[in-house]
């Protein structure tokens, strides 16, 4: 099978299923602790590393999604040009389970920041969710604000159906119940602003203000005033 020669010189290649990654061990394991571990002569696959083969020793790896393995690999060995600019929703949950796995948080971080600064308002809910969730694990409250207050905005039912961020094994707060809870604060604000503009217009006695209170109650009526059941 083909190998994609990450580094060309490198004393490994990482096997997984129909893929394969030559790469250099010391930079895997400064990158991840775990890589490191691996490569360890405490295990098998570690020993050969040590007694330094001649050639690239294969380790097999499973488990993973080859794309963000590639990927993690391509970052730590800085080929910048091999890294994806605007990654798929799909790829970025596989690339937030991988970086979890393997405790490369800090060997990534700076990439996941270029991503996470995208044109939010051009993202749909669906886009916005992986990020929110690579935010979250990637302890990064700001743009974890900015993405929350994307989504508050735009997703126009309930933020249970959205699926990624209900019972996240990596989230560790139940998001849902927060987006709800500052849906309803919003909504109490909106409707104390319309609704005290319109009490004021009405407390006068101008005729003015008589045609506001009669909008008023016809817009009670048919359910279209904030604070009515219907609305």
């Given at each position: 099978?083909?190998?994609e020669?990450?580094?060309?010189?490198g004393?490994?290649?990482?096997?997984?299923?129909?893929?394969?990654?030559q790469?250099?061990?010391?930079?895997m394991s400064a990158a991840?602790?775990?890589?490191?571990?691996?490569?360890?002569?405490?295990?098998?696959?570690?020993?050969?590393?040590?007694n330094?083969s001649?050639?690239?020793?294969?380790?097999?790896?499973?488990?993973?999604?080859?794309?963000?393995?590639?990927?993690?690999?391509?970052i730590?060995?800085?080929?910048?040009d091999e890294?994806?600019e605007n990654?798929?929703s799909?790829?970025l949950?596989?690339f937030?389970?991988?970086?979890e796995?393997?405790?490369?948080?800090?060997?990534?971080?700076?990439q996941?920041?270029?991503w996470?600064?995208r044109d939010?308002?051009n993202?749909?809910?669906?886009?916005?969710?992986p990020?929110l969730?690579?935010a979250?694990?990637?302890?990064?409250?700001e743009r974890?604000a900015a993405?929350?207050k994307?989504?508050?905005f735009a997703?126009?039912?309930?933020?249970a159906d959205?699926?990624?961020l209900v019972d996240?094994?990596?989230?560790?707060s139940?998001?849902?119940?927060?987006?709800?809870?500052?849906r309803?604060?919003l909504?109490?604000?909106?409707?104390?602003?319309i609704?005290?503009?319109?009490?004021?217009?009405?407390a006068?006695q101008?005729d003015?203000?008589?045609?506001?209170?009669?909008?008023t109650?016809k817009?009670?009526?048919c359910?279209?005033?904030?604070?009515?059941d219907v609305?």
């Amino acid at each position: 099978m083909p190998v994609e020669p990450i580094d060309p010189d490198g004393d490994i290649i990482i096997e997984y299923g129909d893929d394969s990654f030559q790469v250099c061990s010391k930079v895997m394991s400064a990158a991840s602790p775990v890589l490191s571990a691996i490569f360890s002569p405490h295990f098998k696959e570690g020993t050969s590393i040590v007694n330094g083969s001649k050639k690239p020793v294969v380790i097999p790896l499973c488990g993973d999604d080859p794309e963000a393995l590639l990927t993690s690999c391509n970052i730590v060995h800085f080929r910048i040009d091999e890294i994806p600019e605007n990654p798929s929703s799909t790829f970025l949950e596989n690339f937030v389970a991988l970086i979890e796995k393997y405790i490369c948080k800090k060997a990534v971080a700076s990439q996941v920041k270029l991503w996470l600064m995208r044109d939010l308002q051009n993202l749909n809910v669906t886009q916005l969710c992986p990020l929110l969730l690579l935010a979250y694990v990637m302890d990064l409250p700001e743009r974890f604000a900015a993405i929350s207050k994307e989504i508050l905005f735009a997703h126009a039912g309930s933020y249970a159906d959205l699926s990624l961020l209900v019972d996240h094994p990596l989230i560790h707060s139940n998001i849902v119940v927060d987006f709800e809870r500052k849906r309803r604060e919003l909504y109490h604000i909106v409707r104390k602003a319309i609704t005290s503009v319109l009490n004021s217009l009405s407390a006068f006695q101008a005729d003015e203000s008589k045609y506001v209170t009669l909008y008023t109650w016809k817009l009670q009526a048919c359910g279209l005033l904030p604070g009515t059941d219907v609305f």
